[in-house]
């Protein structure tokens, strides 16, 4: 078996590789193509992002990417497109012709990951606003030109755009046709990579291979190869699994499956809470967001991601599996300490259940950090009060960043419970002792998770421009 | 005079359709000839500061695809990659000075394999407690790096003593990292009889070519530095391109083979200077009229481990404390302080926006102490024609400032919005708006004097096409450009046909580097000269083919014509070379009428002044210490401006990345001297969303700088990263609003855990 993409028109066969090759060294060092770029090797500048084409419901669907980060067998079963690719016959695409056209290069550098992230903007959404192109770009660092002109370019470009892509759209999709139902398994000796094609075909191998790497987005284990030079020989991808990337909304609860990824989950979760989509628009960032899953971020457990302190705010409970054995939890549970999750070797991490908010119950959360965009929290507060006539009749109060773990503040919880909102501001949140590192201080993670109680109490009671943005 | 016909037009970067197509080949895009090895550094994972009582590199030798590892004993000649001082070894010999100097390099097949091996080192020092901050070089017996320097003038004590009003305060200014997306790299080719070609991402390519040659101990003709593009520069590259491209020298030397040396993301942030990270305290008088009657400045800069270029930075710090107010008496001192960090380095204004930062930081909380408002008082004290002499005795030529700031006080409707911003303060209890106007003057011109000259080299082939090379080297900036519209202005030609070519040393000799915003201003002039000598010759023959006289000809549109005929230039070309006249010349240019005498502190080191403004308006949280930019008004006097999209593009980027320096961006060391902030996971540039949409920059309508600079046109490389000095003026207005008459402590970076202690020194929100 072999690894398989669409590369300029044509399937590209891979028959042997390095289960952690990753993309970006494979389109620079094994393809040479130079175009896209290493600036940083863990999926924070955006100078290496490509766009990967996969077909959804009979269309092309496009979404960019960091290929620093990427494992090349990832792209399995995908359409590759780098910046190289976009102009034809030497004439420039609209989105590289509009940056050309209002100086949004200077050292360039960073330029064909901007030129990217605009390519699957325009593909994404026609009639693009401000706020699209920035939160498109949020994971493209430029230091030259202030990056004015280049929101100007992806205004202009994408307002509606129209490229080789949209006339080769079912040579695409028929191309691709073939691959999407047979798993991937490319061995050598011991070393593999897999990438099971359906969420029971990916259960039997997480079980089969409890020592194997479950992968989903690689936005961590990915750093894990390129910085910390952890060679992972045995990798399982869920990615390919397209029944194990779905959402079930039921009345009382949204079901997210472990390999949602953020990208697929953010506009059903912003529906339960706007605060929730509001803090997912900053996390990460647009090129994370297509690749990370949520589950991913629970099951590596750690004390600064953003999605756990807000699901145990709003009392998720998690599905894990193993085999054919599963087993639920409320997802507070599932973090013991720090690096240290209730999760079986082989395990995965299954479902998510979000029960969706009563009209009695209002949840805020807030993220904290030096950047708004593309910035790990220095603390996240996340907040759901059931208020019946002005009292607090219950709370669920979850931090991030606060402690080893993502945890609750249970003893504000049942401080908290029974008092008015006015009277609730006088309550002293100290269920917590941060700590202090680059992000922010001890003192100031303190203070600032003690706001964020009043802000929470503010907003309620209806205090208006209590944010300097959203969430 | 003819109209201009390429000079002042908003012409796309040369490069701009390579850049957006990924063809923009950067140092490691060049195809590797077969047999290229890697380089990687390799440092103790802990220790900032003492001796190596252990280096065993035998599993670092054994590893697989390693070819060799190399030591302070490789090194044939000079183990030094300093740019003066000497005291920056390559590979550093019996101890360490700060957290992350090199010690070895391995040289391998591959880079991952050289990366793996690199990490397989056993070295231990025997540490000592490393001088880390500011405050720790202070209380430290350690003697300062270099020594301290100061301007003051006579009557500054008295002056102090008898000013009706008096201020004191002090600040922190963070440092911070060039982020320049294209890491440093070399590429070393091994040439004959012992020669070495060096492709460096490097500002600086003569000293790149002097390093290596100096370090292998052969001439420096022997060795040929070439730079076509850097993915960003900002100073990051000046000195601190050197000791990539000496290893990547040593290993080509040393295998006989092509070898390469790129850094790792964060092996760059750790290994590479930054910023100079200033305190800062003063001491200022006012008169009843409100304008100073002395000011008394002690300015500490955080030096790290070597000299590098401190003393210029720490120099250029004391020029600008004054930014564009008069100081009848005046103690402007500072000390150069050693510590166990990386060197600190060349960082797009190089001191000056520390200098200025302290002057508009001392500006805004003595207008808060007199209950004035800030603007006012700024205008108070501008420079004037009466008043015009700066603590080091220039005299300012030039009084432009005035008028920027009154415009732009008009177009911000800065006086509606103070008063829109005071009753939204009034209204709202948990978010506050903050408003500042500041000036900017920024000194053009290396101060070490002998820095401004240039060099060009211009050919013109038989068929009218013409190559241009200089020293200055492009970074982004738009250099290659400009200077090729000099070129094509001069001839009449499009500047679709003059070739720009890579900076290389064996083109153009003993270049300065590309720095101190004077790239167009000196390379420019050394090409128009080289230019004008080919044209002049040219003219020659044109005038008798023409049967004119040689000053009525006109050199425009492709043609040289008078008297209503012409021939094209590529017919003139043509006919040049058949009657034997040569069409390549050198151009030099030495920058006239600087000098500086630094034992006095007297003299004229800047060629002239670029002057601008911005206003900024900003949003915070106090609950919080978030903050938002909401609108930026720019006004930027860049003369006659050569390309205006060029110079709106380098106002745009200066002012974000400024603005970077002034609230995100922080670097944090701990307390043994190990930088935490070390990617850009940790370490936060401005991103797109931080731009205020509401972005209004606009160029002054000048009539020309008063000097004869290249077509009158002003320098704009840096005097924009200070711009945004406003942005961290308007903070602290912002948190002023909550006690009127209190100083809010801001430190620089403004990040909102640094508002939140501002809001704090108020007593609170």
């Known amino acids: 078996m072999a690894l398989q993409f669409l590369r300029r028109g044509k399937l590209v066969r891979v028959e042997h590789f390095a289960p952690d090759t990753m993309l970006l060294d494979y389109l620079r060092l094994t393809e040479r193509s130079r175009g896209t770029k290493e600036g940083c090797n863990e999926g924070d500048c955006g100078a290496c992002t490509v766009v990967l084409g996969e077909v959804r419901q009979g269309r092309m669907h496009y979404r960019a990417v960091n290929a620093c980060i990427l494992f090349l067998g990832q792209i399995h079963g995908k359409e590759l497109i780098t910046v190289e690719d976009l102009a034809v016959g030497g004439k420039l695409h609209p989105v590289q012709q509009a940056m050309v056209d209002l100086h949004a290069s200077q050292c360039g550098f960073c330029t064909p990951g901007f030129v990217m992230s605009l390519f699957a903007l325009g ?120 029944d ?18 953020y990208e697929d989950a953010a506009a059903a979760l912003g529906a339960l809470a706007p605060d929730l989509g509001a803090v997912m628009q900053r996390l990460g960032s647009t090129q994370v967001r297509n690749s990370g899953t949520i589950g991913g971020n629970i099951a590596n457990g750690s004390p600064i991601g953003d999605m756990p302190p807000m699901l145990i705010a709003l009392d998720a409970r998690l599905e894990l599996r193993q085999g054919s054995e599963t087993r639920h939890m409320p997802l507070e549970q599932f973090f013991i300490d720090y690096g240290k999750q209730d999760r079986k070797p082989g395990e995965l991490v299954w479902r998510l259940e979000v029960p969706k908010l009563r009209a009695n119950q209002h949840f805020k959360a807030f993220k904290v950090t030096k950047r708004f965009d593309e910035d790990i929290s220095a603390l996240l507060g996340a907040f759901r009060f059931d208020i ?32 008015s909102l006015e009277a609730a501001l006088d309550v002293v949140l100290d269920d917590y002792a941060p700590i202090s590192d680059m992000r922010a201080s001890a003192a100031y993670r303190s203070e600032t998770a003690q706001a964020l109680l009043k802000k929470a109490l503010l907003e309620l009671a209806g205090e208006k421009n209590t944010r300097v943005i959203a969430a | 005079m003819k109209p201009l016909a390429t000079i002042g037009k908003p012409i796309a970067h040369d490069s701009a359709a390579l850049h957006v197509s990924g063809a923009a080949t950067y140092v490691d895009d060049i195809p590797e000839i077969e047999g290229t090895l890697h380089v990687v550094p390799g440092f103790a994972r802990d ?41 920056d070894p390559i590979l550093a010999k019996g101890e360490i000075a700060f957290h992350g100097q090199v010690i070895f390099a391995v040289v391998g097949e591959t880079r991952e394999a050289a990366r793996r091996a690199a990490r397989l080192a056993v070295i231990e020092i025997e540490k000592q407690k490393p001088v880390v901050t500011v405050q720790d070089a202070l209380a430290s017996p350690v003697p300062d790096l270099l020594k301290p320097y100061a301007f003051t003038s ?54 790149i070519q002097h390093c290596v040659a100096a370090m292998l101990g052969v001439d420096d003709a022997k060795v040929t530095c070439e730079c ?125 926006p520390q200098g200025v930062l302290f002057a508009e930081a001392m500006m805004q909380a003595a207008a808060i102490t007199l209950g004035c408002d800030a603007l006012s008082l700024r205008k108070k004290n501008l420079y004037t024609r009466a008043r015009n002499e700066t603590p080091y005795g220039q005299k300012i030529g030039e009084h432009v400032l005035a008028e920027i700031v009154a415009t732009l006080e008009k177009t911000s409707a800065y006086q509606r919005r103070r008063k829109e911003i005071a009753a939204f303060n009034a ?62 202005e001069t001839f009449g030609i499009d500047v679709g046909h003059v070739a720009i070519t890579a900076t290389r040393t064996d083109k153009v000799p003993n270049t300065s580097p590309t720095a101190a915003s004077s790239g167009t201003d000196l390379n420019g002039m050394a090409a128009q000269r080289a230019a004008l000598a080919i044209k002049e010759r040219m003219a020659e023959l044109a005038a008798k083919k023409l049967g004119v006289r040689k000053t009525a000809l006109v050199f425009a549109g492709g043609k040289v014509s008078a008297g209503g005929k012409s021939l094209s230039f590529a017919e003139l070309a043509t006919a040049c070379k058949a009657a034997r006249i040569s069409l ?122 008063k000097v004869d600079s290249i077509y009158r046109s002003k320098a704009v490389g840096e005097p924009p990263l200070l711009l945004p000095i406003s942005v961290w003026c308007a903070v602290v207005d912002a948190v002023a609003s909550l006690k009127p008459g209190v100083v809010p402590q801001l430190d620089a970076p403004a990040t909102p855990e640094a508002i939140m202690r501002a809001v704090k020194s108020m007593g609170g929100p």
């Open chain 1, 388 to 419: 019946e006539g002005g009292i607090i009749t219950a709370a669920r109060i979850a931090f991030g960043g606060m402690a080893a773990t993502p945890k609750r503040a249970l003893k504000t919880e049942a401080a908290l419970t029974g008092k």
């Open chain 2, 427 to 488: 209204r709202n209890r948990i978010l506050k708006k903050g408003l500042a106007l500041v000036p900017v003057k920024f000194g053009i011109s290396f101060t070490f004097t002998q820095m401004n000259q240039a060099g060009a080299l211009v050919h013109v082939y038989g068929d009218g096409s013409v190559h241009l090379n200089h020293g200055g080297t492009e970074m982004g900036q738009g250099l290659y450009l400009k200077v090729a519209q000099v070129v094509a």
């Open chain 2, 584 to 705: 390549s010349s050198t151009g030099y240019y030495a920058t006239p009428g600087i000098h500086w005498d630094r034992p006095s502190g007297k003299g004229h080191p800047f060629f002239y002044f670029a002057n601008g403004a911005s206003c900024s308006e900003v949003l915070i949280d106090t609950l919080t210490g978030e903050m938002k930019v909401t609108r930026v008004d720019i006004l930027q006097d860049v003369g006659l401006s050569l390309n205006s999209a060029i110079d709106i593009g380098q106002i745009e980027g200066g002012f974000v990345q400024g603005m970077g320096w002034l609230t995100t961006e922080e670097l944090v060391f701990d307390a043994e001297g190990r930088l935490r902030t070390h990617a850009p996971s940790t370490y936060k540039i401005p991103c797109a969303s931080d731009v205020p949409e509401d972005f209004r920059v606009a160029l002054f309508a000048s009539k020309g700088n």
């Open chain 1, 244 to 261: 194990f990337a779905q959402l079930h909304d039921t009345p009382s609860a949204l079901f997210i499956d472990g390999g949602a990824t």
């Open chain 2, 154 to 207: 006579k009557r500054i004590a008295a002056a102090l003593k008898s000013a009706p009003h008096r201020v004191k305060g002090s600040l922190k200014i963070g440092g911070q990292e060039q982020f320049y997306l294209e890491g440093q790299v070399a590429y070393a080719v091994p040439q004959e009889k012992g020669g070495m070609l060096v492709h460096s991402s490097t500002q600086h390519p003569t000293e």
């Open chain 1, 123 to 242: 593909h994404a959404k026609q009639a693009v606003s401000r706020e699209d192109v920035t939160t498109a770009l949020a994971g493209n660092l430029c230091r030259c030109t202030g990056y004015r002109p280049i929101i100007d370019a992806g205004l202009k470009a994408c307002a509606s755009l129209r490229d080789k892509f949209h006339e080769d759209e079912q040579k695409a999709v028929a191309a691709l046709a073939g691959l999407s139902a047979m798993d991937l398994l490319v061995a050598d000796g011991a070393d593999f990579f897999a990438a099971p094609a359906s969420a029971s075909a990916l259960a039997a191998m997480a079980a089969r291979h409890p020592q194997a790497r479950i992968v989903s987005g690689a936005t961590d284990v990915g750093l894990w190869v390129t910085k910390l030079l952890r060679p992972q020989r045995q990798i399982i991808y869920t990615g390919r699994a397209a």
């Open chain 2, 228 to 352: 076509r593009r850097m993915g960003g520069g900002f100073g990051g590259k000046e000195s601190q391109a050197a000791q990539w491209a000496a290893l990547a020298a040593l290993a080509a030397h040393v295998t006989g083979r092509p070898a390469k040396c790129r850094l790792d993301r964060d092996d760059d942030m750790m290994l590479t200077g930054k910023r100079h990270d200033f305190e800062a305290a003063f001491d200022v008088g006012f008169a009843k009229d409100l304008r100073v009657a002395g000011m008394s400045a002690d300015l500490f800069a955080r030096c790290g481990y070597s000299a590098d270029l401190s003393d210029a930075i720490c120099d250029r710090a004391m020029f600008h404390a004054d930014n564009a107010y008069f100081y009848p008496e005046y103690h402007i001192g500072t000390r150069r302080l050693k510590t166990n960090t990386v060197s600190n380095t060349a960082f797009r204004g190089f001191g000056g």
């Open chain 2, 47 to 87: 220790g900032a500061k003492g001796t190596i009582i252990k280096c065993d590199l035998s599993a670092v030798r054994a590893a697989p695809g390693v070819v060799c590892v190399l030591m302070p004993g490789d090194i044939p000649a000079r183990n030094d990659c300093s740019p003066a001082a000497g005291d």
